[in-house]
């Protein structure tokens, strides 16, 4: 049943994000978007809410269920920004990311078959996992309206201005303060993760985990204060965004 | 009852034909009644805009209308007769099919501009409340507009700006969205960058800044502007403040170096900048485009989209002509 609450959020991600792109092509913003994306939204609720009765806690035991939960914590915070800031080709740049976590997820192997009911859960550790993951949403969309800046200033500086996907990007400053507030909540989420982890009851192999996060929080920490203090240009901050969360994924390799 | 329509516009008669027959806004109902007495007519509507004059009627017989107001509308404009030769006469059919061309702006000097439907509504709006439309153009009229907002909205005979100013206002808006948070700079107080600072101000660009090597020219277009004028010399103090740079003076040398924009991003905390150089020769050195916030257009490529938006409208016209006949197909409207 779980897989396929999965299946179907990655399928409707998939196809929203063609729709989106389709009509981009053509020059027009999808209304749809929103619709397809809180369609994606219902079904991860769905995967999470059956792994979590399964595991009687918070659903962040094995990689596929990190990788939902990253999934969804992305979706999350599109639906509460996309809207607000009317970024709605936003989605379409979230989409495929979202695609990816997920397929990667219901990679054979990568999501256990049979989850094993976790007895005696600590809450610090469900906190430090639970709000790491969201962290790690928050960044992904900052990554992606860096993506969206990145895209938008080529083609202002090159000055090619026809494609539907210039008309239908939103502006620089727009987009940089989307990017720059992202980048804030993600790094505030981190810290609340970050502090948990250092309170939960944790074994020896647990701090190469944590000083990878440590050392991802550092960055994030340092790229805001120079934004902050001295100012950064939008290729930069964006750039940077982009890099940091790529690399930032490693922590999980040591989970 | 027929439905026609007599007109002239800037490709039949010259300003000082268009003049004599221009009504102004707050007098259309009047002279829509005036008409119907003059063409013995018992409907009838008049749109006065800069670049026309028209007036619709619902008459029993179209011809001997035309001939009616034309000779009635001389007499008391006190014209010659020779000026029929600047009117257009379309009748029934025709006349709903240029009705809907103006709405949809395909009639304007600038195709696709959006002003015309808006003024065509309130003629109509003078006309229906001084009481002189009735089934036939009532009818005829509210149709028009549906078709013309279906044109509008099917076609991308509005889409792309399609003068310098306005390229230069979308590519501001692009950048810094609504602009009421932007500040704006002008180098040289020549009358394009007036026309451009102004389209930024009637979008809502916060402040101005004039700097002009004459700073009586400066405080003069800074007042006009409702700005601030700043001495030439301290320009480069400014741009650490302000968004948009419009430059147009008649240096024959660049005047913007690549060193005066680097001494303020620092000051600037590497904000985005927008770079305007409407100059010939050009005020801004090419080097300031390679900044990596910096956005620089000059004139040739700010009337090379311009023209090539227009070049897309003329290509829509087709398109347009083809929904406008389809839809007065389906319809069958009272009078065509």
Partial sequence: MDRWFLIAATLLAAAGGIWGMISVHHGKRSPWTLAWMFGVFLCQIGFLGVRGQLRAACPLMDHGEILTFLAWSLTLFYLLIGPAYRISLLGVFTAPLVVLFQALALTPGTLTANPARLVGSNPWHETHSATSVLAYGALALAAVAGVMFLVLDRQLKEQHLKSGLFRNLPPVRELLISLERLLWLGSGLLTVGISAGLLMPRTAAAWGHLIAAMAVWFAYALLLGIKQVRGVTGRRLSLSAVILFLLSLAVFAFI | ?336
Avoid at chain 2, 118 to 135: D, H, M, R
Avoid at chain 2, 312 to 329: H, K, S, V, Y
């Fill in chain 2, 1 to 336: 009852m027929e439905l026609i329509c007599l007109g002239l516009n800037h490709r039949t008669a010259p300003v000082e034909v268009r003049e004599r027959f221009a009504v102004g806004t707050t007098l259309l109902g009047k002279a829509a009644n005036e008409l119907i007495a003059l063409a013995e007519a018992t409907e009838g509507v008049v749109i006065s805009t800069c670049n026309r004059t028209e007036f619709y009627l619902a008459a029993t017989d179209a011809e001997a209308s035309f001939g009616l107001i034309e000779k009635r509308l001389a007499e008391k404009i006190q014209v010659d007769s020779s000026v029929s030769a600047h009117f257009y006469r379309k009748a029934k059919t025709a006349a709903a099919q240029h009705l809907c061309r103006v709405v949809s702006g395909l009639d304007s000097m600038m195709i696709g501009e959006t002003e015309i439907f808006g003024q065509v509504k309130q003629a109509y709006q003078s006309a229906l409340e001084a009481g002189s439309t009735g089934a036939v153009l009532n009818r005829v009229f509210q149709r028009a507009f549906s078709i013309g907002k279906k044109v509008r909205t099917e076609t991308s005979i509005q889409e792309g700006a399609t003068s310098v100013g306005n390229v230069a206002v979308d590519l501001a808006e692009k950048i810094f969205g609504h602009l009421k948070n932007s500040e704006v700079m002008i180098l040289g107080a020549g009358e394009m960058s007036r026309t451009t600072a102004q389209s930024l101000v009637s979008r809502g660009a916060k402040s101005i800044f004039v700097a002009n090597r004459s700073f009586d020219r400066a405080e003069e277009l800074a007042t006009e502007m409702n700005g601030t004028a700043v001495r030439f010399d301290d320009w480069q103090k400014v741009l650490q403040r302000v968004d948009v740079v419009i430059s147009s003076t008649g240096a024959p040398h660049a005047i913007v170096h690549r060193q005066d924009v680097e001494q303020a991003r620092r000051a600037r905390k590497y904000r985005p900048l927008f770079f305007i150089d409407i100059a010939v020769p050009r005020d801004v050195d090419p080097a300031v485009g390679e900044i990596e916030e910096v956005y620089l257009y000059d004139i040739d490529t700010l009337e090379q989209l311009a023209e090539e938006a227009r070049t897309r409208r003329q290509l829509q016209i087709e398109q347009c002509e083809r929904i406008i006949d389809l839809e007065l197909e389906k319809l069958n409207l009272p009078g065509t």
